[in-house]
């Protein structure tokens, strides 16, 4: 493999979060800080986060919102972010979803960089979302990022165990090259 930076090469998506451990004050400005310095269309910055600690009302109006099976371990993670994008019609540009992108991967490096762990979720109800959470009617949301420290394997349902401690892998990059 080619020498990247450790903040690249080391990171994963566990499951198993620390079900003890906070996400500080600080760290979570430093998250969304990074996040909100993220490259964008014009600089329209078309992305819009929702961040609930552990047990807060935020963060209970996210997780009845997540699938069943992420509903399984997801207690365990520190904050949740819903990050959620400009609708379609509000955004000029039509980056909006991709500039979402760039502002969720640097909030995972910056996260990284902290020691945490992310986890994103795709796997939600949308419009339950949007209400609960009383957004603006254009706003989208658009995926849930779990953050924490990196906790115990053995305490997730034994089917997802393989999945946490197996090897990370990748597509070779000549099959993701389109020349």
Known sequence: MVDLTP????????RSFDPAARVTPSEASA????ARWAPSAGNRQPWRFAPGHRDDEIWKRIVVN??????????????????????PEADPTGCAAYDLGQAVAHLTVQATALGLHVRQLRDLDHDGLAADLDLPAD???AVVVAVGQLGDPLSL?????????????RRPLGELLLA
């Open 7 to 14: 903040l690249l090469a080391f990171r994963w998506s566990p």
């Open 31 to 34: 998250l969304l800080e990074a």
């Open 66 to 87: 997540l699938s069943a099976a992420d509903q399984r371990w997801v207690n365990r993670a520190s904050m949740l972010v819903l990050a959620a994008h400009l609708a």
């Open 139 to 141: 706003v989208r949301p």
């Open 157 to 169: 349902p034994a089917d997802l165990l393989p999945g946490e401690i197996g090897l990370r892998r």
